[in-house]
């Protein structure tokens, strides 16, 4: 299969285009960046450490990611859908591949512009003390790969559904399921199942990561995680035709 | 131009289109022409690459959907049903997006972007959003889209559906135009669009061709043919045999007999009122009702589409 990256530049450029069209992908962004930075300064515990930290901040960035991503891949498919502008999509030469791979690349960098209007905080920490740079590197990769695989994964439950709500909400619940898979009560209550569930857990390579540690599993399992909901996608489109 | 061969699509348990045959030569305007859910939309589906045959093949400029499908989706331009747009974009954001996707560049961007503007029309509302367009505007501007590439065949589908009386006939007088230099394909289920536009006819129902003709033939039909309906007196169960032999026509059918009464219907190239007036006559028959129907498109287009028809 050989993609061409002037057909995904074509769509990636109407999708990225369709955030911005509307006052919503601003407003959306300036509410998140306002929020976020909120969160940060009024996290518990934040003033109270003796060193600069942004451990509560990633912390709090998976919860606002079970809100942030699905709100970001609701429309993807599912808008398309239900306009009828599927049929435009899929009649002009592009490969499903490559309009996949278009609208996957949009939602990431949409999420990236979202993401780094959080840059302000490493930046004040920096000027008033001297963190852990090795942390903050390892949050933000993290952040971009928990992000990276939750919108593969909206993305293919947006193709699955014609209502944008009926999206959200499923993401939603789909990424609750792989964060709460992590947390230590619901790893206690899986007894001996719980070395498994750790390991298929977002939330649990996405702390792994938080704390400094590039263990190359984890960067393997969000890579994978993307991959096999990726190609989730491409095989449902082209079994649906 | 265009083979189509026993091509069939059957969603889970129902069977949208059943084993059609047709082929279509360049520079031919063909009405795809059936009731609601006869298969029309599916067909065009097929023939974009939209939807893939459960079995069949389609061949367009000598490249096979199937296995060419970007080749094909090249030399296409495809308007879906109700003018999907994206409506957040602008027309010329829209359009060049299209053109973007059949990776159109310098002049001869330009020179087909100028081109389909002008002869859609749609010059004035070049920057305005799709969003604030009337239905028929938009129609323009996704058939604008469909010309972007200068495309050899343009699928059409319902081009006209929804549209008030005048735009209905400046989108026909549009689609005219554009014949001039293209194989066209339209589908819809309006007759009259057919007789304005095409010069060919394929009816399919129940996703089954049931009449593929040229225009003229269909015409040749109309101007010749009579549809007689007969109502006799009472229960005369020979009528239909003795009409055949002393008329020796063979197309004559019983409708019904309830009632006490016989019904008869048939079909004759000629005005032959006065001969069932007289075969009636003779053999004594009270000929309580008969009158002739002037054959037109509506009424072969009835019979084959109606439950059964043309079958």
């Known amino acids: 299969m050989n993609l061409s990256w002037q057909n995904i530049r074509a769509v990636y450029t109407r999708e990225i285009n369709n955030y911005f069209n509307t006052p919503i992908g601003y407003v959306f962004l300036l509410i998140f960046s306002l929020f976020i930075n909120f969160l940060f300064l009024y996290l518990p515990n934040f003033w109270d450490v003796n060193s600069a930290s942004m451990e509560n901040f990633f912390s709090w960035m998976r919860i606002v990611y079970l809100f942030l991503i699905p709100a970001i891949t609701m429309r993807l498919w599912s808008e398309e859908k239900k306009s009828g502008t599927l049929e435009v999509l899929f009649t002009l030469p592009l490969q499903t591949a490559e309009t996949i791979l278009a609208k996957y690349l949009s939602a990431l960098s949409f999420l990236g512009f979202a993401l780094s209007s959080t840059i302000f905080i490493p930046i004040s920490l920096g000027t ?23 919108i593969a994964l909206g993305l293919f439950i947006s193709w699955l559904t014609q209502d944008q709500i009926i999206a959200f909400l499923v993401s939603l619940a789909a990424f609750f399921v792989f964060f709460i898979m992590g947390y230590p009560p619901f790893l206690q209550f899986m007894g001996f199942l719980s070395p498994l569930a750790a390991f298929a857990s977002a939330s649990w390579h996405f702390d792994s990561l938080a704390r400094g540690m590039l263990d190359t599993r984890d960067i393997m399992y969000f890579i994978s995680f993307t991959g096999l909901f990726l190609y989730l996608n491409y095989y449902s489109i082209e079994n649906k035709k | 131009m265009i083979q189509v061969e026993n091509l069939s699509k059957s969603f889970q348990n129902v069977t949208a289109v059943k084993n059609i045959n047709f082929h279509i030569q360049k520079g031919e305007i063909v009405g795809l022409l059936g009731p609601n859910g006869a298969g029309k939309t599916t067909t065009m589906r097929m023939l974009t690459g939209f939807y893939k045959p ?28 109700n003018s999907a747009l994206y409506t957040d974009m602008l027309v010329c954001d829209y359009l060049l997006f299209i053109a973007s996707a059949f990776k159109l560049t310098g002049d ?11 002869a859609t029309g749609i010059e004035k509302y070049f920057y305005r959003p799709i969003s604030q367009l009337s239905k028929g505007y938009k129609q323009r501007v996704g058939i604008a889209a469909t010309l972007i590439h200068d495309p050899s065949l343009l699928i059409l589908d319902e081009p006209t559906s929804g549209l008030d009386p005048n735009q209905i006939i400046e989108i026909q007088k549009l689609i005219m135009s554009l014949a001039k230099d293209k194989t066209i394909i339209l589908s819809t289920h309006i007759l009259n669009e057919i007789e304005n536009t095409c010069q060919r006819a394929i009816i399919i129902s129940e996703g089954q061709i049931v009449l593929d003709e040229p225009l003229k033939n269909i015409n040749a039909l109309k101007k010749g043919g009579f549809k007689f309906h007969i109502l006799l007196a009472g229960r005369i169960t020979d009528a239909v045999e003795v009409l055949k032999k ?8 019983l409708v019904s007999l309830d009632d006490g009464d016989t019904k008869l219907q048939l079909t004759a190239a000629n005005h032959i009122g006065e001969q069932i007036y007289q075969c009636a006559a003779r053999h004594g028959w009270p000929l309580k009702e008969l009158f002739a129907e002037k054959e037109s498109l509506e009424s072969i287009f009835q019979s084959l589409t109606s439950a059964g028809g043309g079958k």
């Open chain 1, 128 to 150: 008033i003390s001297s963190p852990d740079w090795m942390l903050i590197f390892g949050g933000y990769l993290g952040l971009i790969l928990l992000g990276a695989a939750y």
């Open chain 2, 54 to 81: 459960t079995s069949g093949k389609i061949t367009i400029g000598g490249y096979s959907v199937e296995t060419d499908r970007l080749e094909v989706q090249k030399k296409i331009g495809y308007l879906p049903e």
């Open chain 2, 108 to 118: 001869v961007f330009q020179k087909n972007l100028d081109y389909a503007v002008s």
């Open chain 2, 246 to 253: 002393e008329l020796g026509m063979e197309d004559i059918q």
